[in-house]
């Protein structure tokens, strides 16, 4: 079988990553790369990520000039959160005959924050014979498509419970600021309450498990408060004093019907281990654990690079985990 | 969307318990049941189930008697665990035009044992336009989808370990019986010299995995053993003397370009507890474990009648769970 050859858009430290996990693949073949940095524009992609010699793939500024010099079957994109923000890209690479995996969260489960965007995009998608996916590890994975899995072997589903606990100090700075280390209490309060603070994706999880199992919820509740600190927590990075915030403890809750999905999402400097679970209450009840969690960097770029043959095979169109076929490495 | 029309064949304990699942579902309708036994023939379906009331289904001596009055989407089938028993049944229905969700083990990764035969009936069932699966708790999901589900997140795979461990005292006294309770040691180990003691699947669910990560193992090694009890075990129906055969013990394990792949199956009237675990060496290493393990008959019952919908909508012929669609819950 012929490599699938994939370019990485946007190289930031999770393209970054994505792009190094594909250039080890012998079922991918990484043809391009792009990035609207200037600093990164025309240097070599070994160079940018670090390597100790060039491969031989200058970094473009759009995808249009890498398909100028070859073909293309798969883009992944990892250049923003938000829908908005990554759909002209996604019309764009649509309009070029590309498949596209990306990292953008809300894209995980479009058909909820952004249905009219959602359905364009679609369209696009279909009139030009692609499919485009969003995923990672969370959303996309951890919380919701391994949930969903999990009750595969169960009946009667009365209740779902995914627990996520992430042990921030093994993990990036960037992640290790966005829960809010070392704010004051108050501080975190007043941005959760504006909408600035907390996990993209918990709600997308939520509506992507109730979509796979046709539960028809209304819109859960939300909580979002800080995991303060009861001691001193020194990194190189923080000196978090005790009653500072430490991390984050994110939930979302939702019934009907005598069915209820609860998440559960805590990103914190004080965890002492990483650890996902899932609790099932059905026929076989099922209790799975993921020990010493799922780590969030690794497992994106992975579950990036390894979706890829699957949006080869896939219909064409905006499609989330439901339809894509079994996620499993790519061996 | 209306209910999937299924026909449960085979009235066997698990086909019984696949029929009492599917009823209660409001994604199937139960439209008939078939066995070849003269005593259930006639009989109303309720009944046989041991259900208080009867639901107005008489048990049918063919698939032909169900479709002469209705048609018929689905087939669960629980007739045997050999494709050469099976394989005569699965043409018929697929000459009948009904899509198949099976107990056979054998079924669950067909390509190995009975390449000729699987070809035969995949052609058949790709000429009637039919989907045919083969599936269940094991093989067909927690040593096989599973396992390679948990991969999704992984790069660089280069061991997967995957242990059941089935506490036999809390199931039925088929599977006790089957693994040799009560047995002297010499003449399990001759029963297993002639291949006439052991578990159905494991073989299936180790190409399984192998062909969803595209490894090329060459013949994995097969290892069968018994368990002997340590200390008396009595129940209602078996008093095992401390030496005498509590249990099986059987592995399967292959290697190839430095990729190993490892089952671990025990199931034993001495184990305290049951658990499920898998263990990945990649980047990120992953380590699942199913607390208190996936009860193997209520899961089975389940996976049977959540297929269904799967079946429906995958592309017809003889498939396996790597290509129907991301298993899940009825909801």
Known sequence: MEPIRVVQMGLGAV?????????????????????????KIGSDLGEILGNNRPIGIPVAASLRDVLDSQPVDVVLQATGSHIPDVAGQLMDIAAAGCHVVSTCEELAYPWLRYPALAREIDAKARDCGVTILGT??????????????????????????STRVVAAR????????????????AE?????????????????????IAAGLGWKIAEPQE???????????????????????????????????????????????????SKDSILIKANP????????????????????????????????????????????ALG
Chains 1, 2 share one sequence.
């Not at 990553?17 to 940095?37: C, E, F, M, N, P």
């Not at 919701?144 to 009946?155: E, H, K, M, Q, R």
């Not at 975190?188 to 992507?208: C, K, M, N, P």
């Open 15 to 39: 393209g970054c990553g994505i792009a190094q996990t594909a250039i080890g693949r012998s079922k991918l073949q990484i043809v391009g790369a792009v990035d609207v940095d200037p600093a």
């Open 136 to 161: 990672g590890v969370n959303p996309g994975f951890i919380m919701d498509t391994l949930v969903l899995v999990a009750t595969a072997v169960c009946s009667d589903v009365r209740r779902i419970k």
């Open 170 to 185: 093994e993990r990036r700075l960037a992640l290790q600021q966005k829960i809010g280390s070392g704010m004051e209490e």
């Open 188 to 208: 975190f309060r007043q941005l959760a309450a504006q909408g600035a603070i907390g996990h993209v994706g918990l709600r997308e999880s939520f509506h992507l």
């Open 223 to 273: 909580t979002i408060a800080p995991v303060c600190a009861t001691e001193r927590i020194t990194t190189g990075d923080f000196d978090i004093a005790p009653g500072q915030v430490a991390g984050i403890y994110q939930t979302l809750q939702g019934a009907s019907h005598g069915r209820e999905l609860v998440l559960e999402l805590t990103m914190s400097m004080a965890a002492a281990e």
């Open 285 to 328: 009840p099922i209790h799975l654990e993921v020990v010493g969690g799922t780590h969030g960097d690794q497992a994106t770029w992975s579950i990036l690079a390894n979706m890829a043959p699957r949006v080869v095979e896939a219909t064409p169109g905006l499609l989330t985990m439901l339809d894509v076929g079994l996620p499993r």
